[in-house]
């Protein structure tokens, strides 16, 4: 029998733990799912004969040594924070480690070591990381293959409501670790512009969006999404002189997010006494400097970051209840923690809606054999959820997460130390097994338009 | 025989590492000395019969296990990202840890496993923080002594040039990691202002600034340093209306770093290949949306940020070569490590002028049994180095992390777990041997200003 340990029973977790459970019996497998949350782990357990449900305490070190001890691989679920510890005793016990998050610094330094005790650590296997990587991948191979040439590829990525919802103003919902979604843009983000690397910092990551349109879905909101230099490294892609990775949004939330950068408020760093007990309106005065005009919160903030008093903005963070009397609850020291727990409240997916998780990719391709001829390929993932159950996320993360777990414990990816699932050895077949799980990008093939004559030619 | 690691050789240990190997003999210790740069390490030993240099490496965690496992005492004095490892390798292998680093999540977190291990963890124990504290307490405890109240308590420190050096025009010279100075502000800073909770987003933290005057030096400009309000709860002053904690810098300091913020130039998360290759100007440029103004980068630079094409701020930004035709240079992949290499070579600090490190606080008591009597208390620690010798930074870092090695060598600190050297244990004896070294600082004791007072009513 091998074990499987899974560390993390969040909103991304269910899909993937179910499929784990389903397939047990037949593979000969244990799962064990260990939260911080262990009714959070029971639920996604479901009393399962082949699983079992564990407390988990990353600040434990010997809870977390024994249980990555007693499997034969792991499966990371938890907040990246956490990764550096996870990756490390997995190394240290010599275990497998797949994860849906990005390889960080921590996973590249343990890349010798993890050589030298026989373990593969395998992250960005889920969707975005993952898919994206995965299917752009093929279609650069495809390109490849027929002579082509690769000049701009820009990849795109979101999770959201229905393009009809009206559940919110914000057409959001919250369906992965909200901490995601407030600590959006931290790093920055870099690309390459027509031959160009450009850098933007946080405090100008949301005003500087460019619209996308999404068949079958409408107008989106891109903004940029952190390192496309390291994308295009890892996609192999030195050719491209654009290399853009956005993230999507229905239009009018990345201008609310960047007045709540201005703010400040996306803020994990400092600590707030007491903050459950404090109003939000008290909170939100906290980033207004002494003596801001206006004789209500909103004014204030409106007046200090020079947007309109009554204007889409300011209505949308009423709406959140940033100038509410109302206590800020829950257990978070720092306000990103209370942002987050704020948003997970005001933007619950509702029972009756699905979810909807796009990837796109925009690539122009160049033929020199072909008398350099040029084709715009546009592919699109769409995928709703199932209202009420698994969200599209939750596929779509969990997904290639399962068919990664598989090939490594079937031995069918024998590469150790760190690597990334553009690895040929393994986004061919997760990519051939997930079309037939009904997981496919939809082409559409042409010829360029202007703009994109206009770019290639800066 | 007791053997003392010390972790980390840069420019915050000489003093250190000399005080250690001096008292080696009399006290029967050995210092092992490990750093990345082995050949640095050597050069702090210097062939001391009670010392050795050896190479660290932070991602074998082997080696830095072995070498923590053969210390009975652990001194950090790394990088603080790597503080997390270095203190939890220190747990599981039952050793003490003193870092003047600060108390991070890590550190909390390890306080738990650090009590079962019977293990002491010592961070803050250099000089900001480390004496800023210390020296803190001592005068709370004794104005709370006399039947006092504490309403406002300001806290400043920096390590700066002489205030007649003209061997910059920063006025700044490099006598800690440059990092740091790179980094300052990333986390935003919290104070408590006139009783309210006030939050600066990194972005506006060098915009906010006011002055504040330094006996025996002169003008010079504070910016908002961090947590304030952890350390108002680290002093348990919940008393105290206004709390704030400032880094002092020479006037002008802050209007430059704040447009470098601005542009985004301190980032740390992206990686930009071939960084060491590039030329200045192209790296600034990449920081400009397309299509900027101007015919130079420094003119693109200025209109974009909106400040003077021939202002002080753009001069400095040319002196410090961010729009020179030079390459980059060093190994770094960051365009803050590469700013980093930068402050380390522009400013370094001339072989013929010491640096000089201040540390003030600025405290306004009431004393209800004297007829609400105020007083207005500045206590003033300024210090130069050795020119060409050890620098003030050196000695002020390294001198309370000796005493604080020799207290818990000497068993004279029982405590166990993650503790602060503001326990009342620590403090007073260190800062009476610290004063017996001339480490002392100079108080001038009078009647609160009417500022003072408006600050008191608001």
Known sequence: MQSILVLGAGQSSPCLIRYLLDQAEERDWFVTVADRDVALAEQRVAQHPRGIAMASDMTDMQLLGSQIEDADL?????????????????????????????????????????????VLLLPEMGLDPGFDLMSAMRIIERVHGDGGVIGSFESYGGGVLGPDSRANPLRYGITWNPRNVVMAGEAGASFRDAGRIKIIPWHSVFSRTWPIEVPGVGPMEAYANRDSLAYQQTLGLDEAGTMVRGTLRYPGWAELWHQLVRLGLPNEHLRVPDLPERHWR???????????????????????????????????????????????????TTIAEALASLLRRKLELP???????????????????????????????????????????????????????????????????????????????????????????EEVVGEPTEDDLAELEA
């Open 282 to 332: 008290d909170v939100t005065e906290m980033f207004l400097p002494r003596g801001a005009s206006g004789t209500s919160v909103a004014e204030r903030v409106a007046d200090y970051l020079g947007i309109s008093r009554t204007g889409g903005i300011i209505t949308k963070m009423r709406w959140l209840g940033l100038f509410d009397r109302e206590p800020v609850g829950g257990e978070g």
């Open 74 to 118: 792991v499966v990371g679920l938890m907040p990246p924070r956490f990764q550096p510890v996870i990756a490390r005793e997995c190394v240290r016990a010599g275990k497998h480690l797949v994860t849906a998050s990005y390889r960080d610094e921590s996973m590249r330094e343990l890349d010798a070591d993890a050589r030298r005790m026989g």
């Open 351 to 441: 029972e009756t809606e699905p979810d909807l998780v796009i990837l796109q990719h925009q690539v122009i391709a160049r033929y020199p054999d072909q008398g350099d001829r040029l084709e715009r390929i546009v592919a699109t993932f769409t995928r709703y959820g199932e209202p009420g159950g698994e969200t599209a996320m939750a596929i779509g993360v969990g997904m290639p997460l399962v068919l990664g777990v598989r090939m490594v414990l079937e031995g069918r990816i024998p590469l150790r130390g760190s690597h990334l699932p553009t690895h040929p050895m393994i986004y061919g077949p997760v990519l051939d097994e997930l079309e037939r799980e009904g997981l496919r990008f």
